[in-house]
């Protein structure tokens, strides 16, 4: 089965009122209506202890992708601690000297822009559409560009991955399907909002696959959640920022999190987000590795297995499903 790819989702129209007798983007709204308020439906309130402080970058992980691809077993070695440690303690890291040319991520950035940019008659064109059949859009083949350059990323991060689990390197890999792992373009979108403090980007979630590279326009937006709490993220310039996913949680029986993270918006500047998760391939039913539960840890399976397709259904049903799947264990 080939790689199967959407692109240019605008998600923040998911949140236009179901009341709503023609459904009209953010983008039009703000723009075409020049609003200077929000309107009530779309207000969005947090408690107070939900709201996001600041952690000072530093000690959010940064992982070093040239180091992974080392030879010195010492160097090795070491970089796979970091790695364990940065998806059991945060879920999340900055990936720097990842190889992925720079001018192909502003690039991708700039096509995104511009495809949000066309009349919502041209968007709706490319509704349900994959990359196969919109080639010849310029925009269409730097995002292809993209998408296969960023899973070689991730494919290579998952073979670290596998080995701070204590596995062999190829084990995800195999375990996952991933020659026709399930690999998603989502592009986001966040206009302008005359009040951002009433408002969310994008609700918190978990992402569905196993990791998920992101990328943006330099704006910031994005936050994370870190041993109960809210925190920034101000992206190192050209990193991309990694996050653990539902399937690396199930596979690992639960030693690494699928992280919580949410988008807000600001008055200021448009942002753009792309965020690129690699999954297992659909037909792979996914189950804790049987190595993490009959090990030294004794730990038993924490999660009911289940094929990525039927998860990725309850998903797009709305109906929850890490939850449903993951076991009341000790
Ligand atoms: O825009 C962001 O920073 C987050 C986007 C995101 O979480 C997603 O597309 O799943
Ligand atoms: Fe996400």
């Not at 029986?253 to 659909?282: F, Q, W």
């Not at 094929?307 to 259904?313: E, Q």
Request: glycine share 6%; charged share 25%; hydrophobic share 35%.
């Amino acid at each position: 089965m080939a790689p199967a790819t959407s692109l240019f989702v605008e998600k923040p129209t998911d949140q236009t009122p179901p009341q709503a007798s023609k459904r009209v983007s953010v983008k039009t709204l703000v723009e075409s209506l020049g609003l200077t308020s929000i309107p009530s439906s779309y207000s969005y309130s947090l408690n107070p202890n939900e709201s996001a402080g600041s952690e000072p970058d530093e000690t959010i992980p940064t992982i070093d992708f040239s180091l992974l691809t080392s030879t010195d077993p010492h160097q090795r070695s070491k970089i796979i601690r970091d790695l364990d440690r940065a998806c059991r303690e945060w879920g999340f890291f900055m990936l720097v000297n990842h190889g992925v040319p720079k001018s192909l991520m502003k690039e991708t950035l700039d096509g995104c822009n511009q495809f949000f940019n066309l009349p919502m008659e041209e968007k709706k064109e490319y509704e349900g559409r994959t990359f196969g059949s919109r080639l010849g859009l310029e925009q269409g083949e730097v995002a292809e560009e993209y998408s296969k350059r960023t899973r070689e990323v991730i494919k290579e991060l998952l073979k670290g991955v596998s080995e701070s689990l204590g596995f062999e390197q190829s084990y995800i890999e195999k375990a996952m399907n991933l020659e026709s792992g399930l690999q998603i373009f989502a592009a986001n979108l966040y206009p302008l909002c005359p009040q951002p403090e009433l408002a969310m980007g994008i609700p918190a979630h978990t992402d569905h696959g196993l990791l998920t590279l992101l990328i943006e326009n330099e704006i910031g937006g994005l936050q994370i959640q870190h041993n109960g709490k809210w925190f920034n993220v101000n992206p190192l310039p050209n990193s991309f920022l990694v996050n653990t996913d539902d399937h690396l949680e199930i596979l690992s029986n639960g030693r690494y999190k699928s992280i919580k993270h949410r988008a807000v918006v600001n008055s200021n500047a448009t942002r753009i987000s792309i965020a690129v998760p690699l999954g297992p391939s659909l037909d792979t039913v996914v189950s804790p590795a049987p190595e993490l539960i009959e090990g030294e840890s004794g730990r038993p399976a924490a999660y009911l297995p289940m094929k990525y397709k039927d998860y990725m259904d309850r998903q797009l049903e709305g109906k929850p499903c890490l939850d449903h799947v993951r076991l009341p264990v000790a």
